[in-house]
Each structure stands twice: as C-alpha cells, then as structure tokens.
C-alpha cells in the first residue's frame, strides 16, 4: 500500500504516524512545503514572547521521519492531479503514483496588497522568526499597527503589548468576528481593548503603506522600512504592521481534477471527498459534522490533530466517523474568548446571549432545529464545560438551562 | 500498578482543551481556562495543576497521547523515579 500525504502540519504528520502504527510495511510519503519539522503553530506566539525558546515550539525531531519510514519531501507542493491514473504531480515535476492520498494542505495567509518591510503575517515559523527580526530593529519610541479583527489580531494585540508597543487596530468589518458575533459581543471586546490603551479603527481598509528608505541600515529591502499606513481616515504613523485577514486554502490543482469544493475541500462525515481514495483533513477541510448536522470548516488544532488521527484510521481500513466537537480559545489582553462547536450566526436560527457589555462578559448560545449547536463564551469561562457537553448530547436551550 | 508524575504549567496552558478531549478523567479546565489534574474522574481538593497518580499501562498510555495533544506542551509526565517520559528530553 501507498500513501501519499500532502501538508506536514499536524493534520499530516499524525496522519502519517496513524498509519505508521498500522501498517508496519506501507510506503508513506509526507509531502510538505515547508523545510520544518513538525512543530506548533499555537507556540508560535509563546516563543515571540521569550516565553519558550525557537528549539521548544517543535513537536518532531528531524530523524523522526527516517525513524518511522516515512518518507519526508520537503520544500514542495502537489500542483496536479490525476485521479484516473492516481498519481499527483509535484512542483519538483515529479509524478507520484498512490493508491489512497490525503490532503491535508491547510491554508495560506490572506496577503495585503501592498509590501513593505516592517509587514508581518503570523501563520508560519518562517513568519515568527521574521517578526522576531522586526521587533529587534524597533527604534526606541515605535509603534506597532494590526490589520484584522479575529484570533491572529488578538496574538498581535498581546506581543505588542508584552513589548510595551502603543498599538492601533485596524478591521474592516464593524467589530471583531462578525460572522459570529452580535453587535453587543462586539461591543464589549472593543470596550475592553479601549479601557487597555489600544486605538481602534473600525470600518477600515488600508489603502497604502508608506515607506521611507533608511541611510542607516544597508540593504534594508528597496521598498523602505514602514512609517505609515494610510486609510480612508488618513495617515497613521505605524512601523510595524501585523496582519490578519484570514486564511486562504489553494485548491485549483483540486478542482481542476474533479475534487468538489466549497469554502475548503468537501467531503464526508468519513473525511472521505467525492474522488474514491481521496480524503482530506485539518484546516483546508470542509466536512460534514454529524453533531452539528452540517457541513464546517474548523481552523483550529484540535480538529486538525483529531482528523488526522481518524483519517488515518480510516486510510487504513477502519472506516471511522469523525466526531468531535472541537473549540478554539484565546485571549485579547486578559479577556478569555472561546468558541465552541458551530458558530456561524447565518447558519443557525436564533443566538441567545447571556450577560451583557455591562457585566463585562456574555456568552452566545447559537440554536438550530431546536438543538444547541455552538458557543461563543466571551470572558465567562465557566459556561464552557456545559456548553460543550450540550452540544455533544445535542440539548435543547432549554435544557441546557443556562439562559 | 505504576505511579506517575503529571504536572501542567498553567503558564503555557492556553485552555486549547485537546487534553480534556483526550483524557477528561485526568484533566479538566478551571474557571481560569487552565487545565488542572483529576484522579480518575475524582476531584481530590483543592484543584491542584499536579497530581502523582496511580494508574494502568493503558491508562499511562493514553495519558501520554492526551500530553502529546497538547498544542503548548504544557503537560509534563514523570515516571516514579522522577524521569521526564513526556515531552521527549
């Protein structure tokens, strides 16, 4: 048997080490983009704060792979697809041939229109170590910009204020999250941002960067180092700007070979997609969840471990089911903020909120077909045992019995 | 039965709940989103982010994965002699 796997972030690799556990003998092939070993994107933040060292945030040693016969290609991506003939072809012009292949590709980050150096995205090692870079060049009195208003505005928010950066923030959409949140959810995150010194602008979109060319500093990108941003509510002085609109998975080598699509790669409660022995996993997967009784997409590590683990199974010959009611949590500035299970206001029929701007935390309880489907706890961390429990029993509100 | 060591740094806990999801006999989060150790389901006061406990190979076993889930690596297991067995040294 051989297995092909496309993405070595964690989705990927537990899904090689799954298989690995068995099937002693198959061929396995990690195909992976990045040079790294496996190491975690969740530290990321943790080590830009001094609070692990760079060699800490991996999760594999580089022997691991050789170790356990999996065979690591680094460097590269899968660009073709032929699911007549099973093979996929590489950036290196190879061609593979598989007889079960998993995609497990994630996704890129959203880039802004316009490049300067002293812009940082915060997705990949690669990324951390150059704002690692950026922030060792601060002059003495800097200040830091953030562009976005979901999880990767709040690491920003913290790692400029663990550097004692003035931060102003910048988001297109009226308040953070605003695919799940209610205008008083939102309220109350801005609020809280405001009373810890952070200038906000919402409604926003940078129309241009400004740079200026440095005499002091040789080679210092031809562009200039960053001074500025502009918006449509003028010039902000800024030298360094975070980013943080999102993820975009590629996956026009997929569709091109027939794999259906939707926001990510569709496939099945079994992570099966619509092409026979082709399976998907971790963030570029949009599968149908049997708790929630619809089609998701979740970006966060728990699902993508998780899926990578039943893939695998499956991949196998274990034909399993993924269940799992997965969350993400986080922090702006000391206000716990956790999403649990589905939390898409346009999905559901009606959001309960508990608590209010006033009390200084609210919880969202988001209802469908009479059943709690997901939950957006926003500084009320007790809620979220019951919450989670409750949407695996499939409650109703009622039961639940929180509001 | 063997005995181990685990402990949970609440500084690099970040509430991500992978190890809750794995081993919810052996962790639980706080009110303060951090994960603090069960013994067996059983909730021995005060809560505490480290416990020694007893438990079988499959139980240690599965420990060891709830550990190895843990985006932060915030959990640290030792055997009885005080050996590190997660994360890898």
Known sequence: ?403 | MPRIHIKVDPDLCIGAASCVTIAPETFQLNEENKAYVLDHGGEPTPRSYERVIEVTEEEKENMILAAQSCPTLAIFIFDEEGKQLFPDL
């Open chain 1, 1 to 403: 048997m051989r297995y092909v796997i496309t993405g070595g972030g964690v989705a990927g690799t537990t899904a090689a080490e799954e298989l690995r556990k068995r099937d002693a003998s198959a061929e396995i092939i990690l195909v992976s983009e990045e040079h790294h070993p496996l190491y975690s994107r969740v530290l990321l933040p943790h080590y830009l704060k001094g609070k692990v060292p760079r060699e800490r945030v991996f999760l594999k040693k580089e022997s691991w792979y050789g170790e356990h016969q999996i065979e690591w290609l680094t460097g590269i991506v899968c660009e073709h697809l032929d699911t007549r003939n099973k093979f996929v072809g590489l950036s290196d012009g190879r061609e593979l041939p598989y007889d079960k292949l998993l995609i497990a590709t994630g996704g890129q980050v959203r880039p802004i229109d316009h490049d300067v150096r002293g812009v940082s995205y915060l997705r990949t090692l690669d990324d951390a170590d150059h704002l690692v870079q950026l922030l060792a060049e601060q002059p003495a009195i800097s200040r830091a910009g953030i562009f976005g208003g979901g999880f990767i505005a709040c690491e920003y928010l913290n790692i400029f204020a663990h550097f004692q950066m003035p931060t102003a923030l910048f988001h297109r959409g009226a308040y953070f999250w605003t695919r799940s949140l209610e205008p008083s959810a939102g309220a109350l995150i801005h609020k809280h941002l405001l009373e810890h010194g952070v200038e906000l602008h919402a409604n926003t979109q940078i129309t241009q960067l400004h740079g200026e060319k440095s005499g002091l500093k040789a080679g210092s990108g031809s562009a200039g180092d960053l001074t500025g941003i502009v918006t449509a509510h003028g010039e902000h002085a800024v030298n360094l700007l975070g980013v943080g609109i999102g993820i975009e998975p590629d996956f026009s080598w997929l569709q091109e070979a027939g794999v259906e699509t939707g926001v990510g790669v569709r496939a099945n409660a079994f992570l099966e997609t619509n092409v026979p022995d082709v399976y998907t996993a971790g963030d570029i997967a949009e599968f149908f969840d049997p708790i929630v009784e619809r089609h998701i997409q979740a970006g966060n590590w728990m699902n993508a471990m998780s899926q990578g683990r039943t893939v695998g199974k499956s991949m196998s010959g274990e034909r399993t089911e993924f269940r799992l009611v997965s969350s993400y949590a986080t922090n702006a500035l000391g206000l716990e903020i956790i999403f649990v299970g589905d939390v898409e206001r346009v999905a559901v029929e009606q959001v309960h909120i508990v608590g209010s701007v006033e009390e200084g935390s609210i919880t969202q309880l988001f209802e469908r077909a009479g059943r709690v489907v997901g939950g957006v706890m926003i500084g009320r961390n007790q809620d979220r045992t019951l919450i989670t429990k409750a949407i695996q029993e499939r409650q109703t509100v009622k039961e639940l019995g929180i509001c």
